[in-house]
């Protein structure tokens, strides 16, 4: 089942801050997060694993809300390379590494 | 670092024509993913590889298949190509131990 994402876009200006939240109805083992540039292949930004740490990219960090089956995707003082789609992935019932992404959330960071 | 290579970068086929895409995994990693990104949309699994044994399938029609050589590389073939084939193909790789995919540029697959 497809995760979902909110919001679907947001518009900053530099060096404000931003939160993308991944939801799923079913239980979650981990969730991926991914940045991807128009026309781009998406790029591996972190992975949160089930009783795993928060962990962080730069000044990118991400939650795992096990309980809600839940993950948040935080953006601090964000900068222009940080525009692009960032999608959540979650596996599928297989486990086989087969992600299902969530639909996107569009981010466009402004002078 | 390598990467994953795919080829070729772009494909224009006419309807009901044949392609065959090709994915050089990072080396040494042991599965191959196959995606298909329409405009606009997240990326859908194809189908998986996991030393060259197919490990796993998603929304890949019939007209598609896959196989993983002895290289480890992949290909994708196509036949009897619709309009609703038109998007951007990727290929990732991982090591099976790891939970990371590494993403390939991409094949920009146009059907006319």
């Known amino acids: 089942q497809q995760p979902v994402q909110s919001p679907q876009a947001v518009i900053l200006r530099e060096g404000e801050d931003a939160v993308i939240n991944c939801s799923s109805s079913?239980?979650?083992?981990?969730v991926h997060w991914y940045r991807q540039k128009h026309g781009e292949a998406p790029v591996f930004l972190m992975i949160?694993?089930?009783?795993?740490e928060q962990m962080r990219h730069e000044k990118i960090s991400a939650s795992f809300n096990e309980k809600k089956q839940q993950s948040s995707l935080y953006l601090t003082a964000s900068q222009l390379s940080y525009s692009g789609t960032y999608f959540c992935?979650?596996?599928?019932?297989?486990?086989?590494?087969?992600?299902?992404f969530g639909q996107g959330t569009t981010l466009q960071v402004k002078p | 670092a390598a990467g994953v290579i795919q080829s070729p970068r772009h494909l224009i086929k006419e309807k009901r024509e044949t392609a065959t895409l090709k994915c050089y995994p990072i080396?040494?990693?042991?599965?191959v993913y196959w995606y298909q990104q329409g405009p606009g949309q997240d990326p859908q699994f194809l189908i998986s590889?996991?030393?060259?044994?197919?490990?796993d399938k998603g929304s890949i029609p019939d007209r598609f298949s896959a196989q993983q050589f002895s290289d480890y590389h992949s290909e994708l073939n196509m036949s009897s190509l619709e309009l609703g084939d038109s998007a951007l193909y990727f290929c990732?790789?991982?090591?099976?131990?790891?939970?990371?995919?590494?993403f390939g540029p991409g094949t920009r697959l146009t059907v006319l």
């Open positions: 990732a790789s991982s090591l099976s131990s790891s939970h990371e995919q590494f």
């Open positions: 079913k239980a979650l083992y981990s």
């Open positions: 949160l694993l089930k009783g795993g």
């Open positions: 992935g979650t596996y599928g019932s297989s486990n086989t590494g087969k992600l299902i």
């Open positions: 080396p040494r990693h042991d599965t």
């Open positions: 590889f996991y030393e060259k044994m197919q490990s």
